[in-house]
């Protein structure tokens, strides 16, 4: 039974591996009731009962993972997920929210969002929706997410226990909810600074918005921040590089297989083509975030810092199917204005033989290196010399940090967020309590000067998390990135 199921799997890919692609070449082939044939005697003449839609997708699972890393197929219920992510927005009751032990509890309503204008305050635990209960450690965190989130407009009443015991309930209107990809946006002295986390349907607005209130408060120079940053939709990337670069400059070639070109370029009148820009990469940033990077990096319109990209220079183009899942296939190369190509080689690719040996420029003549990736001008590393804690007790950390504001609500939020990230220092009996509470055995006096660094650090962003959200984390945590500080000085030696 073992050897004729090996045998069908195998049929049941090749077959399937076959038709697929001549189904993008020929929508018109006959070979598709050959498939609808064989799959119909797998699902009513095997001695055994098959799921033969899990057949179908696991063949293209695989048939697809064998072509290139970016060529994947994507389910129905995944897809609108991922989707709505990138459309910058989602529809629910806008809390940002935690699972602590088995109950959802808010970390804080998002402002002017459904939940804040309902009332709802950060501690809150939700312990029912529409009358059933929400409790239980065998809930997963995407389950407590489906119960709260619904279309705008539709009410959904929810059952609150608030800090000091009351229970009671509220009902919410759900809304539209904005998911921004600009995560901090921020003066350090004359310098901009703004972290952008995806390319969503609105980052390109976003980012005027941000440049123009940074504007306001005099910036001098702009520090671009694209690490960990995944790529997302090619116009919105364009759109950005476009209000650093000139009338009719390139910003990304797309080549397809039939040699087929396209060239998007720039246009005239932005408001920021003279403002120097300093971009952060790393080796999570990926595809659209590499265009960026790499059509700035090319017009000597910004110093590039950090480690080299992720090398993602393959264009994927979305072929729905019929129950609404989709083949997420892979129909062009990218190319930076010099000609550069950002894939990273990989077996069976032929785009690296085509760069092999090819010397590229910069407009001003600068040499520029092609191995896959944006390589950045000024080679940063982040210290790698995290201690124990981060490496083993982040989770501890984040739990007790949860557990201490939540005691302590009223006495943290007490706190101007300014005021907190200016000047809240992490004491020694609150370094003391969270030795105890992760059974470490250790008094204060056993930490390096490193670990207790490392402590009070990440304890107080952690803190500000549960308070403020993931911006004030991030603006905390800034403070010790040993790869923002040296770009920020290098910055300031342009400026001065």
Do not use: C
């Amino acid at each position: 039974m073992k050897k004729t199921t090996a045998i069908l799997w195998m049929t049941a890919f090749t077959i399937f591996g076959i038709w697929l692609g001549l189904q993008f070449r020929d929508p018109g082939t006959t070979r598709t009731s050959k498939l609808e044939q064989f799959f119909n005697y797998l699902e009513t003449e095997y001695v055994d009962t098959l799921d033969v839609n899990g057949l179908v997708e696991r063949a293209m699972e695989v048939i697809l993972g064998e072509l290139d890393p970016h060529s994947t197929y994507i389910p129905a219920d995944e897809g609108e997920l991922m989707a709505q992510r990138m459309q910058g927005n989602f529809q629910g009751i806008g809390i940002e929210f935690i699972v602590h032990k088995d109950t959802l509890v808010v970390l804080r309503a998002l402002p002017k969002g459904p939940a804040d204008k309902a009332g709802l305050e950060g501690g809150d635990r939700i312990f029912s929706v529409d009358g059933d209960t929400l409790v239980g450690p065998e809930r997963s965190s995407s389950e407590f997410t489906a119960a709260i989130k619904g279309e705008a407009g539709s009410a959904v009443l929810l059952g609150i226990k608030r800090s000091g015991g009351s229970v009671f309930f509220t009902e919410v209107t759900r809304g539209v909810i904005p998911v921004e990809s600009v995560s901090i946006a921020q003066m350090d002295g004359s310098i901009g600074y703004v972290r952008l986390e995806r390319f969503a349907e609105t980052t390109h607005e976003e980012i005027i918005a941000a440049l123009d209130r940074l504007s306001e408060k005099g910036m001098r120079a702009l520090i671009l921040d694209l690490r960990d940053n995944p790529g997302g939709f090619l116009h919105e990337a364009t759109a950005v590089a476009d209000e650093f670069l000139g009338d009719s400059m390139d910003i990304v070639t797309t080549k397809y297989r039939d040699g087929s070109t396209y060239t998007a370029t720039a246009q005239s009148g932005e408001r920021f083509e003279d403002l120097p820009v300093h971009i952060l990469i790393n080796a999570n940033s990926a595809s659209a975030s590499e265009v960026l990077a790499g059509a700035l990096q090319d017009h000597d319109r910004a110093v590039v810092y950090g480690q080299t990209s992720f090398g993602k220079g393959l264009v994927q183009e979305d072929k729905i199917l019929s129950d609404g899942s989709k083949v997420r296939l892979t129909v062009a190369n990218y190319y930076t204005p010099s000609g550069r190509s950002i894939q990273r080689p990989y077996e069976g690719a032929l785009t690296p033989g085509e760069m092999e040996g090819t010397v590229f420029y910069s407009d001003a003549g600068r040499l520029l290196h092609s191995q896959g990736g944006i390589e950045p001008d000024v080679n940063l590393q982040n210290d790698s010399t995290q201690g124990y804690f981060w490496g083993f007790g982040f989770g501890t950390m984040d739990a007790f940090a949860f557990e201490k504001v939540d005691r302590e609500r009223s006495f943290f939020s007490s706190f101007e967020e300014e005021v907190f990230v200016q000047d809240f220092a992490v004491s020694d009996m609150l370094l003391l309590d969270f030795l105890n509470y992760g059974g470490y055995g250790l008094g204060v006096e056993d930490l390096s000067s490193g670990d207790q660094l490392e402590l009070r650090r990440y304890l107080k962003a952690l803190i500000a998390k549960n308070i403020w959200g993931f911006e004030s984390y991030q603006r905390i945590l800034l403070e010790s990135d040993s790869v923002y500080q040296q770009t920020k000085q290098a910055v300031l030696r342009t400026i001065q």
